[in-house]
């Protein structure tokens, strides 16, 4: 006899297997709703996970960038608010050098100038070899010592390097970390090279009686202070550029760290109301799949012998 | 012949009594999946006498014959197959996903993000001490997340490693079993209980062979069976009586070499075959990683020979190492770390050799791709052999569900043999006793 039958042993494998597969399902979903992830291993979906990684990649170099940003942000603030009290300070000393053009002023008079404006000298050395909130020299480039030095006969001269170099703060946008104390100091008078601090000490020495007639020297110097305001009030404007880009950038990295973030919810957040739903499908069919199960397997000829 | 009636009614209860005996055992052995479902045959019981042309017929009623297997060679072979394909499938599943999860777990990628992070932080403000420890550190944590990728790896193949060895004793078990089987098989004789409990363990031991290795035996006419294993080439396993045994070595590399005896072999199915090709596989993650890290070793100590330090002097290796298992930092100060160009002076805040090791790390050849393309090349292989052995999984399923459809047992049936059969007790007791009655008119006649 070889008759086909339905065996008892097969069918209590299958309909186990089938309440394993849906039970399987239902936790899944469940860990899915729990982590508010919509996979746990990569091999769930590659691609997703790629995706995830790259865009993770790109959240970390971008905070990063964002903290590049911000911080460039307050050197260049540093290096504007420092060149616009060294325009304050040549505005002041172009004053007083008017003073001591004008003949009325006496001998008396030019001294107490010369005495103020050496003060100036003084501090606009200081103001050049000012540095940031970090300790770090805002005006001398590349170099992280002072930007200029004064020799035992009173000549300043700079001393960092031409460049200072720039801050990446988005992917193929580097910003210059600020300007060389060059190009805010020194400039061309009558095509030979120039410094507001050569300027100044050079009234001061005429004003002090180095010169035979103070009040030309006072006119001539006149020329030099308006290059030393021209050369500064350049430095603010390109500063100020500077700090208006870095903040666009700014506006820019926080629309794509939404767009980031969005991408990632996309690729690898779980859709709660989705899974609810599945969930709820999976739980009925499991227990529907358990009340037919107890049913049928209790439909057993030995049941219905007594 | 009265006497007769009595004989044929005995013979009829000792016929149902058998089956009843044989319907008992069959309710009893449901749950045993080893189990295969045995019927009784039976034959009539006549007597032919002839004296020259005269012919008598004796009715001698029935005689019990041979317990019957219900046989099933081809479903067994089918479920075999399935079973071992399943088997290679799912070990080569299980033991990718571990090494997914090694590499996934050990932080890898985030390692080398960070580091890129710290340097191009670095980039701010490049003579800060606190930003360069910090991609110093950066540094360091990546060497330790090399390190605890390859470390897990190895568990990972370790693991896969130590249940080949502890299968290939199974293996060694059921074919020496098998041996010893055919060896009781040739002596056993036909139609007995004990042949079929033999043949039992001799398909129990062979679905067992065909889960570790694809196996290919040889029914004999006496019920024995020789194996053959499957793989290049194939060799035998179980011949008769003898059976050689299989054993398994580890390469340098962690992949698995199998020989039975002394011949070697690569099989070809089963869980083995699956674990050999995790082995392989995970061998060629391992030269992946250990590239990525020497590719990172060479990068950044590149960079270093290429720039000078804080202090002005050229810049020392960053990295040593030969491989992701012994990756270390070794540059003894964050001061080392060569910022600027070869010929800046001490002190430089120029970044243009640290802007080149950040382009070389992030380079479409560089550590970061590398390793998302050895995680996605993991993942993706994973998700290839989920997706292929939860198919395999519904094939040897319904191999299986159709296996114990021709061989396993039926509650319903056997209930109504029970019923039939005890309903054909009753009715051979009511012959004897009619036959008992039959008698007693005769004597009782006066």
């Given at each position: ?39 746990e291993r990569g091999s769930q979906d590659p691609a997703g996970a790629a995706q995830l990684r790259s ?185 100020g550029t500077r700090m208006a880009w870095v903040e666009q950038v700014e506006a820019q990295q926080a ?52 | ?446």
């Open positions: 006899m070889s008759s086909v039958t339905n065996s008892t042993g097969s069918f209590f494998n299958r309909s186990l297997a089938q309440m394993a597969d849906l039970r399987d399902g239902i936790e899944r979903t469940r860990t899915q709703i729990a982590t508010g992830r919509k996979f865009i993770d990649r790109r959240a970390a170099l971008a905070a990063v960038e964002g903290d590049n940003a911000a911080r460039l942000g307050q050197d260049l603030g540093a290096a504007a608010t420092e060149v616009e009290a060294v325009t304050a300070l040549l505005q002041r000393a172009r004053e007083l050098a008017v003073q001591a053009a004008n003949t009325a002023t006496g001998a008396d008079g030019r001294q107490a100038i010369a005495f103020e404006l050496a003060q100036l000298s003084q501090e606009l050395f200081s103001r050049a070899n000012s540095t940031s909130l970090t300790g770090e020299p805002l005006f001398a480039g590349q170099s992280s010592g002072l930007a200029f030095s004064r020799d035992a006969a009173g000549t300043v001269t700079y001393i960092g390097t031409p460049e200072s170099g720039a801050v990446p703060v988005a992917p193929g946008t580097a910003i210059e970390r600020g300007l060389p104390g060059s190009e805010v100091f020194t400039f061309n008078l009558n095509g030979s090279p120039s410094s507001a601090f050569a300027v100044l000490d050079g009234l001061v020495a005429a004003l002090q009686g180095g010169a035979p007639d103070p009040v030309a020297a006072a006119k001539s110097a006149l020329e030099g202070i308006d290059a030393a305001l021209d050369t500064a009030g350049r430095a603010t404007a390109i500063l629309d794509r760290k939404i767009a980031r973030a969005e991408r990632r919810s996309r690729v690898g957040d779980t859709d709660i109301a989705d899974a609810i739903a599945r969930l709820q499908q999976s739980l009925t069919a499991l227990e529907a799949t358990q009340s037919a199960f107890a049913r049928v397997s209790s439909l057993k000829l030995f049941d219905a012998l007594r | 012949m009265p006497t007769a009636i009595f004989t044929i009614g005995r013979s009829g209860l000792t016929a149902s009594r058998r089956s009843l005996e044989l319907t008992a055992q069959n309710i009893a052995n449901a749950t045993n999946p080893d189990y295969t479902r045995r019927t009784l045959t039976q034959g009539e019981l006549v007597m032919t006498g002839s004296i020259g042309t005269n012919a008598a017929d004796s009715l001698g009623g029935v005689r019990p014959g041979a317990i019957k297997r219900a046989e099933s060679a081809l479903v067994q072979r089918q479920a075999r197959d399935a079973s071992s394909a399943v088997a290679a499938a799912e070990a080569e599943f299980f033991a990718l996903r571990e090494a997914e999860s090694a590499l996934e777990t050990s932080g890898l990628f985030t390692g080398i993000v960070g580091f890129e992070a710290a340097l191009n932080k670095l980039q701010s403000n490049p003579t800060e001490p606190a930003l360069r420890v910090t991609a110093v550190e950066a540094g360091r944590k990546l060497a330790s997340n090399f390190r605890v990728a390859n470390g897990t790896l190895a568990n990972a193949r370790s693991l896969v490693q130590g249940e080949a060895s502890a299968e290939v004793l199974t293996v060694n078990e059921l074919a020496k079993e098998l041996a010893e089987i055919n060896a009781d098989l040739v002596g056993a004789r036909e139609g007995t209980a004990g042949r079929a409990a033999l043949l039992d363990a001799r398909d129990k031991a062979l679905r067992g062979l065909a889960e570790q290795f694809g196996i290919q035996p040889t029914i004999n006419a006496n019920g024995t069976a020789d194996v053959m294993l499957a793989g290049t080439p194939p060799v035998a396993l179980v011949t008769g009586a003898t059976a050689q045994a299989v054993s398994v070595t580890f390469a340098a590399n962690g992949t698995a070499n199998f020989a039975v005896g002394a011949t070697g072999f690569v099989p070809a199915g089963g869980a083995m075959a699956g674990r050999a090709s995790a082995l392989t596989d995970m061998a060629n993650v391992q030269a992946g990683l250990d590239g990525i890290a020497v590719s990172v070793v060479a990068i950044a100590n590149a960079a270093q020979a290429a720039g000078v330090g804080l202090d002005g002097t050229p810049g020392q290796p960053l990295f040593a190492g030969t491989g992701a298992a012994d990756i270390t930092v070794v540059l003894a100060s964050a001061n080392g770390l060569a910022t600027a160009p070869a010929g800046a002076p001490a002190g430089s805040t120029n970044t243009a050799n640290l802007a080149a090791l950040i382009t070389a790390l992030s380079a479409p050849t560089g550590p970061a791709s590398g390793a998302d393309s050895l995680l996605i090349g993991l993942s993706s292989r994973v998700s290839a052999l989920e997706t292929r052995s939860e198919g395999l999984a519904i094939v040897s399923a319904s191999a299986e569900a159709e296996l114990l459809r021709e061989t396993g047992v039926d509650l319903d049936t056997e209930a109504a043999n029970l019923i039939r059969m005890q309903q054909a007790f009753e009715a051979n007791s009511r012959v004897i006793q009619v036959a008992a009655e039959l008698f007693d008119t005769i004597l009782g006649l006066r």
